[in-house]
């Protein structure tokens, strides 16, 4: 049996010792007696931690002892021929015995050194290994499954470890694993879009060079990849070649986003699903989910299926809009028939809900009375954040509000459940009445999130209009229905407008204010909109409070409230809107309490930054220049930690 140096079992009092000898001996030179004083210390020391050791030892000598009886009486040799490498080591992680097996297959290289296991296992500490019963280590080229035992001792605790080498088996399945397939789909965003603008020859050499930034991107991969139609390719192969292209964050992003045709900009995104699994089937069909994933977010971004959700890249910038009538036209078409299979017809938006949630569903309720279905608008009155537009709309004789208990009443089999502004179960108002419904459609317009409705009937949603209050009014515009918009229905989707762009400063484009055109013309009452956004002096005073409190963190500002009032949401959205006009600021949070132990982030940019990734990693969402996460059971010291660490985490992606 090999017995390692005494030294190591008591290191630092040995190393008192050769201090003390030390002083001893320059004493001598200097003051005799004080070289006897230290002299006398020095053989006190170096006799205590002898004793110490060999005591240490003893006992180990014990347990191997007591080990031989279970193979063999008394055999002294039978431990140390055991056929799995041993080793023993003490508290403090130095090893005090091995046997012979571990010196010829894994000391290979270290024989006759000193060392402790801190060389198989990197900051090793005992109570760890303690609870343990099997870990992995990999030393001198070889990968190691170690089984880990307790030496039960009062007097000096020690811990044995067994190692079996199976190098061979944990390449074999990383190899495995790094030989699954996985499928990529990718799909030109605007292609559609740059058909129409280019003409076929300048569209044919703009189709070409994307193309070969692709191939470019993918030619040292040993992949396949092949051309399906207009703007979409297929992209086959191992996670060998995934995992290096996740390394690079899927840098063709930026080539295709920064691609420019005769020194013009394009201005060509791509959207990208991959999807990985144990054949090619299941690769292709979470590939598509994945890209369906990608597109419902914007575009411009990678979103990866894996068994834990989804895994994105890129997604920083917005993606083009689309200025065809197709699909508002054809959606319009498709809830109009759907709806008339029903009785009645509820609308429900999201807790806490706006001037957009409210003015779509009044827009959703209007259009199927216009079809012939009686509808009716859930309010929860007392979170609704839009009680001004409720008043408005009840002053002028609008009766179809309805509360969440007399919603789960009246909701059975034959009632068609719409949900607007949102596209998560989770945060509907009446999340019961889902299951209820008979039949259910989705209209919404954020960039969509890993726990979207996937069952809905109809599923309308696009993240490139401004508001769900601009979608439906491009389906009221574009559908067969000849009811004039009345002007309470108008105004109340104007306001929804107004108040997801910011008076028209983010997410406009041609079809908001095309939208907003096209309510104006059916008597959208402008200054009762603008009166719907008015606020009283104390809430003015709370927010410029906000506001002066924020500090800057890395180009954002952060501030936070602890304030209890009844409309602490809509002054923290304002502050942080208006904390976007403080110069340097490229993005703004607000953390207050919003009720039932919940601590809520309003984030805001004006689209340099996109806050939605940043609060995704709190788990919320929203989109680019609007966002929001809820924090249950934190408070605001620990949300703001955890926001400098989602912003740090943002800015190490970009």
Same mark, same amino acid.
């Given at each position: 049996?090999?017995?390692?140096?005494?030294?190591?079992?008591?290191?630092?009092?040995?190393? /008192?010792?050769?201090?003390?000898?030390?002083?001893?001996? *320059?004493?001598?030179?200097?003051?005799?007696?004080?070289?006897?004083?230290?002299?006398?210390?020095?053989?006190?020391?170096?006799?205590?931690?002898?004793?110490?050791?060999?005591?240490?030892?003893?006992?180990?000598?014990?347990?191997?002892?007591?080990?031989?009886?279970?193979?063999?009486?008394?055999?002294?040799?039978?431990? &140390?021929?055991?056929?799995?490498?041993?080793? +023993? /080591?003490?508290?403090?992680?130095?090893?005090?015995?091995?046997?012979?097996?571990?010196?010829?297959?894994?000391?290979?290289?270290?024989?006759?050194?000193?060392?402790?296991?801190?060389?198989?296992?990197?900051?090793?500490?005992?109570?760890?290994? %303690?609870?343990?019963?099997?870990?992995?280590?990999?030393?001198?080229?070889?990968?190691?499954?170690?089984?880990?035992?307790?030496?039960?001792?009062?007097?000096?605790?020690?811990?044995?470890?067994?190692?079996?080498?199976?190098?061979?088996?944990?390449?074999?399945?990383?190899?495995?694993?790094?030989?699954?397939?996985?499928?990529?789909?990718?799909?030109?965003?605007?292609?559609?879009?740059? !058909?129409?603008?280019?003409?076929?020859?300048?569209?044919?050499?703009?189709?070409?060079?994307?193309?070969?930034?692709?191939?470019?991107?993918?030619?040292?991969?040993?992949?396949?990849?092949?051309?399906?139609?207009?703007?979409?390719?297929?992209?086959?192969?191992?996670?060998?070649?995934?995992?290096?292209?996740?390394?690079?964050?899927? !840098?063709?992003?930026?080539?295709?986003?920064?691609?420019?045709?005769?020194?013009?900009?394009?201005?060509?995104?791509?959207?990208?699903?991959?999807?990985?699994?144990?054949?090619?089937?299941?690769?292709?069909?979470?590939?598509?989910?994945?890209?369906?994933?990608?597109?419902?977010?914007?575009?411009?971004? $990678?979103?990866?299926?894996?068994?834990?959700?989804?895994? *994105?890249?890129?997604?920083?910038?917005?993606?083009?809009? &689309?200025?065809?009538?197709?699909?508002?036209?054809?959606?319009?078409?498709?809830?109009?028939? *759907?709806?008339?299979?029903?009785?009645?017809?509820?609308?429900?938006?999201?807790?806490?809900?706006?001037?957009?949630?409210?003015?779509?569903?009044?827009?959703?309720?209007? *259009?199927?009375?216009?079809?012939?279905?009686?509808?009716?608008?859930?309010?929860?009155?007392?979170?609704?954040?839009?009680?001004?537009?409720?008043?408005?709309?009840?002053?002028?004789?609008?009766?179809?509000?309805?509360?969440?208990?007399?919603?789960?009443?009246? /909701?059975?089999?034959?009632?068609?459940?719409?949900?607007?502004?949102?596209?998560?179960?989770?945060?509907?108002?009446?999340?019961?009445?889902?299951?209820?419904?008979?039949?259910?459609?989705?209209?919404?317009?954020?960039?969509? /999130?890993?726990?979207?409705?996937?069952?809905?009937?109809?599923?309308?949603?696009?993240?490139?209009?401004?508001?769900?209050?601009?979608?439906?009014?491009?389906?009221?515009?574009?559908?067969?229905?000849?009811?004039?918009?009345?002007?309470?229905?108008?105004?109340?989707?104007?306001?929804? +407008? $107004?108040?997801?762009?910011?008076?028209?400063?983010?997410?406009?484009?041609?079809?908001?204010?095309?939208?907003?055109?096209?309510?104006?013309?059916?008597?959208?009452?402008?200054?009762?909109?603008?009166?719907?956004?008015?606020?009283?002096?104390?809430?003015?005073?709370?927010?410029?409070?906000?506001? !002066?409190?924020?500090?800057?963190?890395?180009?954002?500002?952060?501030?936070?409230?602890?304030?209890?009032?009844?409309?602490?949401?809509?002054?923290?959205?304002?502050?942080?809107?208006?904390?976007?006009?403080?110069?340097?600021?490229?993005?703004?949070?607000?953390?207050?309490?919003?009720?039932?132990?919940?601590?809520?982030?309003? %984030?805001?940019?004006?689209?340099?930054?996109?806050?939605?990734?940043?609060?995704?990693?709190?788990?919320?969402?929203?989109?680019?220049?609007?966002?929001?996460?809820?924090?249950?059971?934190?408070?605001?010291?620990?949300?703001?930690?955890?926001?400098?660490?989602?912003?740090?985490?943002?800015?190490?992606?970009?």
């Amino acid at each position: 049996m090999k017995l390692v140096a005494l030294f190591y079992q008591n290191p630092g009092g040995f190393l /008192c010792s050769v201090i003390l000898l030390i002083f001893s001996a *320059y004493g001598f030179a200097f003051n005799k007696k004080a070289a006897f004083i230290f002299f006398a210390a020095f053989v006190v020391v170096f006799a205590v931690n002898t004793l110490f050791s060999l005591l240490t030892l003893k006992t180990t000598r014990k347990y191997v002892r007591k080990v031989n009886k279970t193979f063999a009486q008394n055999d002294i040799d039978t431990i &140390d021929e055991f056929p799995l490498p041993n080793v +023993i /080591c003490d508290m403090r992680g130095n090893i005090v015995w091995y046997n012979s097996t571990f010196e010829e297959q894994v000391l290979t290289d270290y024989k006759g050194q000193r060392f402790n296991m801190n060389l198989f296992f990197k900051n090793f500490r005992y109570d760890e290994y %303690a609870a343990i019963k099997q870990t992995d280590s990999e030393f001198n080229g070889k990968k190691y499954s170690v089984f880990i035992t307790k030496i039960k001792s009062k007097s000096n605790p020690m811990l044995s470890f067994y190692f079996f080498d199976d190098t061979y088996l944990k390449n074999t399945e990383i190899e495995y694993n790094l030989s699954r397939p996985f499928v990529m789909l990718i799909l030109v965003d605007n292609i559609d879009q740059l !058909s129409r603008q280019l003409t076929d020859s300048k569209f044919a050499m703009v189709s070409s060079g994307i193309e070969s930034r692709i191939e470019e991107w993918l030619k040292h991969e040993n992949l396949i990849l092949k051309k399906t139609g207009n703007g979409t390719f297929l992209v086959i192969g191992e996670r060998r070649n995934y995992d290096r292209l996740a390394e690079k964050r899927f !840098s063709v992003l930026s080539d295709i986003r920064s691609y420019e045709y005769n020194n013009t900009p394009v201005y060509a995104t791509l959207s990208i699903g991959v999807g990985s699994g144990e054949d090619f089937a299941v690769c292709e069909s979470r590939a598509k989910k994945a890209l369906d994933m990608s597109l419902g977010r914007g575009g411009d971004q $990678v979103a990866v299926y894996t068994d834990d959700g989804y895994v *994105y890249f890129g997604g920083m910038s917005n993606r083009a809009n &689309d200025n065809s009538r197709v699909s508002p036209r054809q959606t319009a078409a498709n809830i109009s028939n *759907y709806i008339k299979k029903f009785k009645q017809v509820i609308i429900v938006g999201h807790k806490f809900s706006d001037y957009d949630a409210i003015g779509s569903a009044m827009g959703i309720q209007f *259009y199927s009375e216009a079809n012939g279905v009686p509808a009716y608008v859930v309010v929860d009155e007392k979170t609704t954040l839009s009680s001004p537009l409720v008043s408005f709309a009840r002053e002028r004789g609008f009766e179809e509000f309805i509360s969440v208990d007399k919603a789960l009443d009246m /909701c059975d089999e034959n009632t068609a459940l719409f949900v607007v502004d949102t596209h998560r179960l989770l945060l509907l108002d009446a999340p019961d009445l889902y299951e209820k419904a008979g039949g259910h459609i989705v209209i919404d317009h954020h960039r969509r /999130c890993d726990d979207y409705i996937s069952d809905a009937d109809i599923f309308y949603h696009l993240p490139s209009p401004s508001s769900t209050c601009e979608m439906v009014s491009e389906l009221i515009q574009y559908s067969t229905i000849q009811e004039k918009v009345p002007d309470l229905i108008a105004t109340a989707l104007l306001s929804g +407008i $107004v108040l997801d762009t910011k008076d028209y400063v983010l997410r406009t484009s041609q079809r908001t204010f095309e939208a907003a055109a096209f309510l104006r013309e059916n008597n959208a009452d402008t200054v009762e909109v603008r009166k719907l956004f008015s606020y009283n002096s104390d809430m003015i005073v709370l927010k410029n409070e906000i506001i !002066s409190n924020g500090v800057i963190y890395k180009g954002f500002m952060i501030s936070g409230t602890d304030s209890d009032n009844k409309n602490i949401r809509v002054i923290t959205s304002k502050a942080a809107d208006e904390m976007l006009n403080i110069e340097g600021v490229r993005g703004s949070f607000v953390i207050y309490f919003a009720g039932n132990g919940v601590v809520q982030i309003s %984030a805001r940019s004006f689209g340099q930054e996109n806050v939605q990734l940043i609060m995704e990693e709190l788990g919320g969402g929203g989109h680019n220049t609007m966002a929001a996460a809820q924090l249950p059971g934190s408070d605001m010291v620990n949300a703001k930690t955890l926001l400098f660490k989602a912003i740090d985490d943002y800015l190490a992606k970009k």
